[in-house]
C-alpha cells in the first residue's frame, strides 16, 4: 500500500463521516421542525391564556418538574393536556399557591428532577450545536489533505517484488545485484571507500520492464520504492515542478535508503535550451534535478532510476559523473527470455495440456514483456468467452494474433468487391515473399477484418535477429509493396488498403537513409536525431539527397514486386481464390499451392 493510496483511504473515511454528519443533521432539523409544527396546533397553550383560565377557574391540574419552565396544563373541559411555558418557574408556582388559597382548585403536582430526562435533553438541545462543530472540523480535515497531501506528494511504496518476478534479463539482473547489497549494508561499502552510482538510467521500448525491475531491487533490498513520471510535469504551472522534485527528493531522505524511480525522464530532462515558457518550466525543473542528484550526504542512501526510450534527447548534464554515470539498456526479450515471461505470467492461470509456450515465445518476437502479459490475458478471456475449463493452445494463439493484428470482426460485412481486393491484396504480400530469399515463410493469409486491417499475413519468426542486411531492408520494402502491386497488376486499380504498408516502408526506407548510412550518396551517417542546423553542416543540399535517395528505394523496390508479380500471376491468383473460398489459409495451404 502506498501513501497515495493511504490518503485516498483517508479521504474516504472522512467522506463517509462526512455525509453521515449531514444526514443525521437534516434528520434531526426536520424531526424538530416537524415536531414544533404538532405543537403549535392545539397542544400549545400561551402564557396569557393560561393565566386567564386559571383566573376563570377552568383549569383542573398542572405538572410541572423542578428547575423546567416547561409545563402540562389540563383544563376542566378538555380531555387532552396541553403544553405551556412560562416565564419563572418560582413565580409561577406561588401564583398558584396565591389562586389556591383564594378558592381556586387547581391540583399543582410539582414532579423531582428526572436526572437521565435532563441529560438527554440537553444532548439533544445541543445536538445541533455538536454537529456543526464537528462538520467544520471534517471541512478542514479535508482541506488540509487537498493541498498538503495529494497534488504534490511523489507515491512512495513498500513493493514485494523480488529478482524472481522479472524473467531473462539476467546480465542486468546481475550488474543491479550490488545495488540491492549496497541499500541492504551501506557501511560496509563506505568504510571500504567504495563509490556506488547514485543514479542508474535504464534505457529500452515501453514495456520492457524498466520499472519492474527498479521495484524489484527495492522488493531486494527491502527499501521503500518512490516514483514519479517525468509526464506528470508537462503543463505543470510554474515552479511546480522544480518545487515537486525538491519535495520528492526531501521525502527520499527522510526514508532513505531507499529507491527514487523516476519514468519518462525524457520529459524534464530534454536538452536545455534557451527558450521561454514551457521550456523555461522544463529548464526549472531539470535544474532543481541536477541540484538534488548534486547535493547528497555521503550518508543519505538514495539510490536514483530513471527511465526513458529516447536517450538521445536527454540533456548531456545529466549524465555527468555523480549524476546518471550508469547507463543500462533493457532489450527487449529474446526467445529464451519470452519464454519465461510467458511461464510466470501464465502461474495464477489454469493451462491446457496442449500449451506450448516454447512455441508461443517462437510466434512472438519483438514483443516486450508487457505485451506478452497482456498475450495471456487476452488468452483467459478469450478462453472464459468460449467457456473453456481451461486456456488450450487455440485461445492463445487467437490472444497473440488480437495483440498483433486486432480484434477479429465478425460482425463487419465486407462487400464481394472489397473481398476480392484484399484477396489480391494479401496474395500479392504471400507471392512476392514467396521469392524473396530473405523473407520469413508465410503462416497464415486471411481476409477477416482485424483491427483496422482490412486482412492480414503473418509470417513466421524462425529466430531473433540482432542484426539485418541491407538485401533484407531491400527485400523488406518490395514485401511490403507487394499488396499494392497485387491491386495493380491483376484489378487494374490501386486502393487506400495500402496505406499502412506504404507507412511502414517510407520509415524503413528513410532509417536505410539517415540511420543505419545504407545510402550511397549519404554515406554512414547518422542524420535521424540531427536539428536542421546540424543538417546544414553536411551540406545545403543534404535534405535532397535524402529525400531522392528514400525515393530510390521505394520506387526500385516497387518495380521489383511488380516483377515478381506478374512472373507468378497464375499463383497469384490460386491464392486469391483460395483466400475467398476459405478467407483463411495456413502455411500448408498456402505451400500446396506452390507444390504444382
Ligand atoms: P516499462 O517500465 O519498461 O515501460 P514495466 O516495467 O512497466 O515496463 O512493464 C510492464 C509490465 O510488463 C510489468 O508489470 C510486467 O507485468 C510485464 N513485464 C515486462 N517485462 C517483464 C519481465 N522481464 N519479466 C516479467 N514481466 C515483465
Ligand atoms: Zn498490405
Known amino acids: 500500500m502506498n501513501d497515495k493510496g493511504k490518503d485516498n483511504k483517508k479521504d474516504k473515511i472522512y467522506y463517509t463521516i462526512f455525509s453521515i454528519v449531514v444526514l443525521v443533521s437534516i434528520v434531526i432539523i426536520a424531526f424538530a421542525l416537524f415536531n414544533k409544527n404538532n405543537n403549535s396546533d392545539d397542544k400549545e397553550i400561551s402564557y396569557t391564556e393560561l393565566i386567564t383560565k386559571i383566573d376563570q377557574n377552568a383549569v383542573e391540574k398542572i405538572e410541572m418538574t423542578v428547575g423546567s419552565t416547561s409545563i402540562k396544563v389540563k383544563l376542566k373541559n378538555e380531555e387532552e393536556e396541553k403544553n405551556a411555558i412560562v416565564p419563572s418557574t418560582q413565580a409561577f408556582v406561588e401564583l398558584i399557591q396565591e389562586k389556591v388559597q383564594e378558592g381556586n382548585t387547581i391540583d399543582l403536582k410539582q ?94 521500448k515501453p514495456g520492457t520492464g524498466k520499472t519492474l525491475i527498479a521495484k524489484a531491487i527495492a522488493g531486494e533490498a527491502g527499501v521503500p520504492f518512490i516514483s514519479m513520471s517525468g509526464s506528470e510535469f508537462i503543463e505543470m504551472f510554474a515552479g511546480l515542478g522544480a518545487s515537486r522534485v525538491r519535495k520528492l527528493f526531501e521525502k527520499a531522505k527522510k526514508i532513505s535508503p531507499c529507491i527514487v524511480f523516476i519514468d519518462e525522464i525524457d520529459a524534464i530532462g530534454s536538452r536545455r535550451t534557451g527558450g521561454s515558457g514551457a521550456e523555461s518550466e522544463n529548464n526549472q525543473t531539470l535544474n532543481q534535478l541536477l541540484v538534488e542528484m548534486d547535493g547528497f550526504n555521503t550518508d543519505e542512501t538514495v539510490i536514483v532510476l530513471a527511465a526513458t526510450n529516447r536517450p538521445e534527447m536527454l540533456d548531456k548534464a545529466l549524465l555527468r559523473p555523480g549524476r546518471f554515470d550508469r547507463q543500462i539498456t533493457i532489450a527487449a526479450p529474446d526467445a529464451r527470455g519470452r519464454e519465461e515471461i510467458l511461464k510466470i ?68 460485412v465486407i462487400s464481394d468487391k472489397d473481398k476480392k481486393l484484399t484477396a489480391y491484396h494479401e496474395a500479392g504480400h504471400a507471392i512476392v515473399s514467396k521469392y524473396l530469399e530473405t523473407q520469413q515463410d508465410v503462416k497464415e493469409v486471411s481476409i477477416i477484418p482485424r483491427g483496422l486491417a482490412g486482412g492480414y499475413t503473418m509470417y513466421k519468426t524462425n529466430e531473433d535477429k540482432y542484426y539485418i542486411s541491407k538485401t533484407e531492408m531491400e527485400e523488406k520494402l518490395v514485401a511490403l509493396l507487394g499488396g499494392r502491386a497485387a491491386e495493380k497488376i491483376a484489378l487494374d486499380d490501386i486502393s487506400t488498403g495500402a496505406s499502412n504498408d506504404i507507412e511502414v516502408a517510407t520509415q524503413v526506407a528513410k532509417d536505410m537513409v539517415k540511420k543505419y548510412g545504407m545510402s550511397n550518396r549519404v554515406g554512414p551517417i547518422n542524420l535521424e536525431t540531427k536539428e536542421q542546423y546540424e543538417l546544414q553542416a553536411f551540406g545545403n543540399s543534404v535534405e535532397d539527397v535524402i529525400g531522392v535517395e528514400v525515393k530510390e528505394l521505394i520506387d526500385t523496390a516497387y518495380q521489383r514486386a511488380q516483377e515478381l508479380i506478374k512472373e507468378h500471376m497464375d499463383k497469384l491468383h490460386a491464392v486469391a481464390e483460395k483466400l475467398l473460398e476459405k478467407e483463411t489459409i495456413t502455411a500448408e495451404e498456402f505451400e500446396k499451392i506452390f507444390d504444382n
Do not use: C, W
Open 345 to 412: 505470467h501464465s502461474k495464477n492461470k489454469p493451462l491446457g495440456d496442449d500449451i506450448s509456450l516454447k512455441e508461443i515465445a517462437t510466434d512472438t518476437a519483438g514483443f516486450t514483456g508487457a505485451e506478452l502479459a497482456n498475450v495471456l490475458n487476452e488468452a483467459a478471456i478469450i478462453a472464459t468467452t468460449r467457456e473453456h475449463k481451461k486456456i488450450v493452445m487455440d485461445d492463445l494463439e487467437e490472444a497473440v494474433k488480437k495483440v498483433t493484428v486486432g480484434l477479429q470482426k465478425n460482425s463487419r
Open 111 to 204: 414532579n423531582p428532577v428526572n436526572p437521565l430526562l435532563t441529560i438527554s435533553d440537553t444532548i439533544f438541545s445541543l445536538l445541533p450545536t455538536i454537529m456543526i462543530v464537528i462538520l467544520f472540523i471534517l471541512i478542514f480535515k479535508m482541506q488540509g489533505l487537498g493541498d498538503k497531501g495529494k497534488v504534490y506528494d511523489a507515491e512512495s511504496e513498500k513493493t514485494n517484488i523480488t529478482f524472481k518476478d522479472v524473467a531473462g534479463l539476467d546480465e542486468e539482473k546481475t550488474e543491479l545485484i550490488e545495488i540491492v547489497d549496497f541499500l541492504k549494508e551501506p557501511k560496509k561499502f563506505q568504510e571500504m571507500g567504495a563509490k556506488i552510482p547514485r543514479g542508474i538510467l535504464l534505457y529500452g
